[in-house]
């Protein structure tokens, strides 16, 4: 039998005791955590969310279990906001100390009472008014913010880095990271570390751009280092030791095309081994073959960089698709783990970048242990362990005209994040199973120049989106075993363009769907066991946190994402038309007892008819490649908007000269986010409209 040994304590000293204990407890719950690099590292501390990934492993994986397994059928919603503007939310909010901060459109960011979502304050930094024609390059996506001890940073569409105090909102300082000139922009979440704040940039797509990273100072944002992804021309010298590297892996004049390389995602600073991993973008052009025409790697495209998070100097590197051509940029999530491999723990990092294999990398040294396909591939057989390099497939670099190859620029994984559960060892990966064909005959490799400002691949390419797997599956939610580099289940999914994940101690796993569904999975055998339809396409990852003793899920819901953007048909039959759809942030728990607020119905625009205006078949010719270059990005393919702005076959702004000219060369809609084109000729005018027009009559033809 058990026996209970029990005693007293003289009462004085229980009372001392007692009153010691209540006021550590209060102190606890009224003085603030200070953000910092221990508090960001800490894994145990669910109730904050204080780091894009959670912690600084970037795993996405929370600690709290009060929604578990048997109850999360009964998750409730708890509040919501409505958010103001059309266009995308695809960030991942941050919690601390019961107040959430998270940044919407046109990058407003925003603090909230993390229990009712009452607005602490919010901050506006003007952004159309300070892009105006940056507005061409890339898109209001930003994927989130930065806190680092009373201040949050917040990043630009127009490439400025803002540090924000964290209990006013007010602004205490501002650095502009972007030339004027060049066409480069941010989407990125700002990654703080040791008192530094490190922000990269996209553009490769939109110029002849040389991709960096630049890291500040939090207190004051003066810069403390910059590193360059690809070398410069060696006739200007070069910046480092790491470019005079880099350049041996190039050929011909590539600085003309500016290399690209740019980082606008996948920052990962790792505490243990005091190192930063940046993970680095795609060529400028796409195609190898004017990008480089001699061949060569090109350094350090497509690759997991490591930097000395003091100086940014060059530490080691692994590159995934050595002399890329397909857009096979390695900007998704870096995910640190400790992971026991054949009886060795290694610091692994996990990587599942665009060209679908799943990388280990020990990142003590960057080598490469382990890589299979996650997805579809067609360009490369196998990694060759011995060189730690892709063995390709002969003609998938579309050398002899034709190719159709397995994963598309889309990536067989994106930006949408994957979380990984130390508990059952799995990554959850969202997973595209797209190909998309090739071709680059009647190209003029040796007189191809990219201009900034306007969209240049150096390739034709189109999305096949259905010739996909055998059973039809698009997109897909599958969780990996890192360590057998296999699959463990898969739930296939309506299309591909579905948001990232969060797992729970639990082992739940949580992940919003494009077609407006936030579910949440049996993480060991991927049974649903919760779903709740949030009337709007959800492109960012969900969150989990508590106050008080109540945990919380939290998502931002907002279509966004390049996809969303410029996919043209197989995105608009979502039917998440422009401006049909209010923007919310939407927050469960066990104990909510709030109504779902009511969603309009999805819609599929019509393009609208007109007799009145007669097309040019020379002019939308024309037109064809005016919109390319300049509104595909926003407008859609094909000028089938996906959602993210109006689709023009339906617009009637197209039918008066007069009113097109206000919205497109006058700017009267800049404020929300369609950018001034005040360099286009009368005749490109003209031909855009003729276009637009031709586009409409096709899909009304269509139609009939
Ligand atoms: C960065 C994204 C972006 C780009 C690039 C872009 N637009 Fe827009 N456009 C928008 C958004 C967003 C709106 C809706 C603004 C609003 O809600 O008032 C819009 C609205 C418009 C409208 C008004 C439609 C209506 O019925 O109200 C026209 C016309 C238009 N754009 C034409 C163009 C043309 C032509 C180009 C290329 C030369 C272009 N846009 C490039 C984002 C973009």
């Given amino acids: 039998m058990k026996k209970t040994v029990s005693f007293r304590l003289p009462y004085l000293l229980e009372t001392l005791l007692v009153s010691l204990l209540c006021s550590f407890a209060s102190a606890q719950q009224a003085s603030p955590i200070l953000v910092n690099d221990a508090a960001m590292s800490n894994e145990s501390n669910g109730e904050n969310w204080l780091a894009f990934g959670r912690t600084y492993s970037e795993q996405r994986f929370s600690p709290l279990t009060q929604i578990n397994q048997s109850n999360v059928s009964a998750l409730r919603l708890d509040w919501y906001i409505d958010l103001p503007n059309n266009r995308s939310l695809v960030s991942t909010p941050l919690v601390v100390d019961g107040v959430m901060y998270f940044v919407s459109s046109m990058n407003i960011v925003r603090a909230v009472d993390a229990t009712s979502g009452e607005e602490k304050w919010n901050y506006d930094p003007q952004v159309a008014q300070h892009a105006a024609r940056r507005m061409r390059a890339g898109w209001d996506n930003s994927r989130g913010i930065g806190i680092w001890e009373d201040k949050v940073f917040v990043a630009t569409w127009d490439g400025r880095l803002i540090g924000i105090d964290r209990n006013d909102g007010s602004e205490l300082w501002s650095v502009q990271t972007i030339d004027p000139e060049l066409a480069m922009y941010i989407t990125g979440a700002p990654k703080v570390f040791k008192g530094k704040v490190l922000i990269g940039n996209g553009g490769t797509e939109n110029g002849p751009n040389r991709g960096y990273v630049t890291a500040y100072e939090a207190d004051t944002g003066e810069q403390a280092w910059r590193f360059y992804i690809v070398p410069g021309n060696p006739a200007d010298g070069f910046e480092d030791e790491a470019m005079e590297m880099a350049a041996e892996t190039w050929t011909g004049e590539w600085w003309r095309h500016g290399g690209g390389g740019n980082a606008w995602h996948g920052f990962t600073y790792d505490v243990e081994l005091d190192q930063l991993y940046i993970g680095t973008g795609n060529g400028s052009p796409w195609n190898h073959k004017i990008r480089s025409p001699g061949g060569g790697d090109n350094l350090f495209l497509c690759s997991v960089v490591a930097l000395d998070p003091d100086t940014g100097e060059y530490l080691w590197h692994y590159q995934t698709t050595p002399g890329e051509s397909w857009d096979y940029n390695s900007n998704m ?3 640190l783990a400790d992971l026991n491999i054949e009886g060795r723990q290694v610091k692994a990092l996990m990587h599942a970048p665009k060209n679908g294999f799943f990388y280990i990398i020990d990142r003590e040294n960057g080598e490469l242990i382990s890589a299979e396909k996650y997805t579809e591939v067609s360009w490369a057989s196998h990694i060759d362990m011995t060189t730690s390099k892709p063995v390709e497939i002969a003609g998938q670099r579309y050398e002899n005209g034709t190719a159709i190859v397995y994963p598309t620029p889309v990536g067989g994984h994106s930006w949408h994040a994957m979380s990984y559960n130390p508990n059952n060892g799995l990554v959850y990966i969202p997973t595209i199973h797209w190909a998309a064909t090739w071709n680059d005959e009647g190209y003029d490799f040796s007189g191809f120049q990219a201009e900034q400002w306007k969209i240049h691949f150096g390739v034709d390419f ?32 309506d299309g591909v363009w579905n948001a990232g994940t969060l797992a729970t101690a639990s082992n739940l796993l949580f992940q919003g769907r494009a077609d407006g569904h936030l579910i949440a999975y049996n993480g060991d055998s991927g049974e649903q066991l919760w779903d709740e339809n949030l009337g709007l396409g959800i492109s960012a990852p969900p969150i989990t946190y508590s106050v008080n003793g109540r945990q919380y899920i939290a998502i931002l819901v907002g279509w966004g994402g390049s996809l969303a953007a410029l996919g043209g048909q197989v995105m608009a039959d979502y039917g998440w038309a422009y401006g049909d759809h209010t923007r919310r942030l939407y927050t469960f728990s066990l104990d909510g007892a709030a109504s779902m607020p009511a969603s309009a119905p999805q819609r599929i625009p019509t393009p609208l008819a007109s007799s009145d205006f007669i097309v040019n078949t020379d002019l939308a010719t024309q037109g064809a490649t005016v919109f390319a270059e300049s509104c595909v990005f926003c407008h859609g393919f094909e000028a089938v908007s996906s959602g993210m702005a109006p689709d023009l076959r339906a617009s009637s702004v197209i039918l008066s000269a007069t009113a097109f000219e206000q919205v497109v060369r006058g700017g009267a809609l800049a404020p929300n986010g369609m950018p001034p084109f005040t360099d286009f000729s009368d005749a490109q005018f003209d031909s855009i409209r003729h276009y637009i027009r031709q586009q409409a009559e096709a899909g009304l033809a269509a139609a009939r």
């Fill in 333 to 335: 999530d870096i995910v």
């Fill in 462 to 493: 189109a999305l096949t989106g259905n010739s996909t797997r055998p059973d039809g599956v698009e997109g897909s939610l599958q969780a990996w075993d890192p360590i057998r580099q296999q699959q463990v289940w898969e739930v296939p999914a």
